[in-house]
């Protein structure tokens, strides 16, 4: 059984910094594709980035030069390291993992605000 637990969230002031951590247990890390998403109050969840098994990355345009995804196969960790935070970024943001392409995973989630 896949679990995924998320750690790092809070608030932070505009143009600070946070470093979200997930977790993985249950599965073979290394083969998965790994991912942040995040979901803002009356809005739909949205891809912020994904990291393949290979270390490929990508993320959405609005957190480029500003958000980095990055992986540990040792660890079992995915993180997301947050600078330049803008209000628009506070969300619950969720850690994914999809195995096989197909077996999707969710964490409980953890809560960003930015806010002054």
């Known amino acids: 059984q896949v679990q995924l637990v998320e750690s790092g969230g809070g608030l932070v002031q505009p143009g600070g910094s946070l470093r979200l951590s997930c977790a993985a247990s249950?599965?073979?890390?290394?083969?998965?594709?790994m991912g942040w998403y995040r979901q803002a109050p009356g809005k739909a969840r949205e891809m912020v980035a994904t990291?393949?098994?290979?270390?490929?990355?990508n993320s959405r345009d609005s957190v480029k030069g500003r958000f980095t995804i990055s992986r540990d196969n040792a660890k079992n960790t995915v993180s997301l390291q947050m600078n330049s935070l803008r209000p628009e970024d506070t969300a619950v943001y969720y850690c994914?993992?999809?195995?096989?392409?197909?077996?999707?995973?969710w964490g409980q989630g953890t809560q960003v605000t930015v806010s002054s």
């Open positions: 994914n993992g999809r195995w096989m392409g197909v077996a999707d995973y």
């Open positions: 990291i393949t098994s290979g270390g490929t990355t």
């Open positions: 249950g599965r073979d890390f290394s083969l998965a594709r």
